[in-house]
């Protein structure tokens, strides 16, 4: 039992040598690339039919059955203020794990998960690209061939609910 | 490592048990005290308490053991006939096994801190030496209790400072007063709430038999399944439309009949009786009528009437507030009884029966009853109602007033009530679980509360409606009719949309306009109707098409979406989407401002 546990810990310190390795699953809004956490992702699924709530903010786009449980919608690109496209075949729901609870995001496509080594993450930028929330941003990766946005869904979620309670309380 | 785990499972074991035990044993002791030569009453709480003394000497928590051994040894006493019950006894020993349900709520806390035991032990110790006999027993028990009182109540004050003063308060009372102050009152606020906690939510016990049955259920659903893969590989490929279709509304009747009947059974398992709430009160009276100086028998019907986990877990506290009012203000003192020709003692019904697809809940008393005058005055003095209003309400209308925030007829505000939040927010929590209140009441022969609530909070009968092409469900429960009128007979009074309904002006909300549902279909002069009600309270919502009635499961929106205004849940459809349930009770009260008025004349 000991013997195990510093092998583990001799794994550990080994990986901390070189960076931890992280997974990303990786999405597109626009012509921009995002990436998540993927240990946070629940499921990716397309789009389904979406039942309205009203008097929510306008980014909450409504509620689905996911087998059996309802869960909130959001609309990333409202929430960063994108424009509004089609949603056409490639659209997808990434439905996350959030405090607990399951929430689905509207993306316009997920392309593939991805390995990187925790040293590869930056922190982000002062300027934040076309309208994200600074907040919501925990670090871009920047390799040769592309440059990732590291969100962080959780917090961008955790703003909503105090907006959401300021809406509700007029 | 594996130790721990060990010792964690023997943890849990014993604070189910324990909590159980204790649960039952304030029912048992107040018993006891009105029959006081029943043995094998007072042998099972001897076990009880054994039992528990037992168990925490073997998991090692000392503090546990020294009360439950001193109470154990005073209940042996008393077991032998070396001691009569007395209240000035059983006072002492509710008060211990309150210190035990403090101590065992800290152990299951996790967070086991050194408490002040010892104003109870020494409380107990002398009705341990043998010279208190049954006659002397209760001055020499009761001075222990007075001068202990200060110094046992600050550590339940822990717990719930409130209960401070109130120590201080009879600590400096003479001597004399000893035999009727009621000292474990202090200590037994502070555990009403601590208390609570003790009770296990998190774990069910579900009857064999019922499990067996369930078992036999999902058997049919696995056959039912197997009928339906076999119906499906038949018809691959040839399709017989004619046969398909009647083989297929075969299996649909089937598949109807089992998963209704595998829904009765789920239910059943989560019912559970609405003893469990009941026998918190023989205590919480006894304390009471000692307090009050009255004199109440209060009388349990229908213990074994079972309705949700969900529901009854949210009645305790109405029901506690509904049987202090009746007790402070319904019941007479002994002395205002007999001058009004009734018997001494009062009585106070509580009584649950099942009614239909509901559970009525009733506390009833036999005391001076609700005065429609005085409450009146009261509620004019409040300013709660104008004179105007006054003089045209109904005698029934205005009793509802005590429901009213703020009304109280008491001139001070007593410990026990008069605050003016009681009713309030009795009437509150009832609707929060789709149930109304009702009052009967008889000037000098009682009166009488009724609660209605549903059986379940989890299915739901409903009204399905289409506003603009979304669907919504309105619970069954709130409609009171549906009807199909012709928008040109709207009335606009004050920019608000009226309807006149027989003799009452029935305010209209547009779902459409609340829901910011856009138009998609051109305007059609004729709409539907669906009148809801809340308690005395009738709106009228504007739909655009009636679908029908259907049983749906309610769903939680999540944290995120919960309490929007207007939406109580959600459900999913037979077509696999989602609608959402439609909340009466905001609605109607979202429309307070424009309340039904009578048509004069």
Sequence with gaps: MENALTIHRDQKEKEDASGELIQLVSFKLDEEEYGVDVLKVREIIRMPSITRVPNTPHYVEGVINLRGKVIPIMSIRRRFGLGEVENDKSTRIMVMDVDGELMGFIVDSVSEVIRISEKEIQPPPPVATSGVDQECMSGVINQPERL???LDLEKMSSREDRKMLSNLSI | MSMEIEDQELLDGFLTETTELLEKLDDDLVTLEKTTGDTELLNRIFRSIHTVKGASSFLGF????????KTEDVLNRLRKGELVVTPEIMDVILESVDLVKILVSDIKANDIKEREIDGTIEKLIPLLSSSVTDGGSAPEAAPPPQAETATATPAAGETKPEAEPQSDAISPQPPKAATVAPPPQPVVKAVESKGED????????VDVKRLDDLMNQVGE???ERNRMIQLNSNYQGEVNQESFSEDFNKLTKRLNFVTSELQMQVLKMRMIPVEKVFKKFPRIVRNLARDLGKEV??????????LDRSVVDEIGDPLIHLIRNAMDHGLETPD?????????MGTLILAAAHEGNQIIISIKDDGKGLDPDKIGRKALEKGLITDDQLASMMPREILDLIFLPGFSTKEKASDLSGRGVGMDVVRTNIKKLNGIIDIKSELGKGSEFILKLPLTLAIIQSLLVEVEGEIYSIPLSAVMETLRVDQREFHTIGGKEMLKLREIVLPLVRLERVFGVSRKMDTDSACYVVVVGVGEKRVGLIVTRLLGQQEVAIKS????LANLPGIAGSTILGDGSVALIVDPVSLVEGNDGASTGRIAA
């Design chain 1, 148 to 150: 990732l946005v590291l």
């Design chain 2, 62 to 69: 000392e503090l546990l053991v020294k009360v439950t051994h």
């Design chain 2, 198 to 205: 003790l009770s296990d939510n998190t774990t069910v016990r």
């Design chain 2, 336 to 344: 205002e009884r007999l001058a009004a020709g009734k018997s001494k």
């Design chain 2, 297 to 306: 028998d209060l009388q349990l019907m229908g213990e074994e009437t079972e």
């Design chain 2, 557 to 560: 929106l999540g944290k995120y």
């Design chain 2, 221 to 223: 659903l696995v056959l």
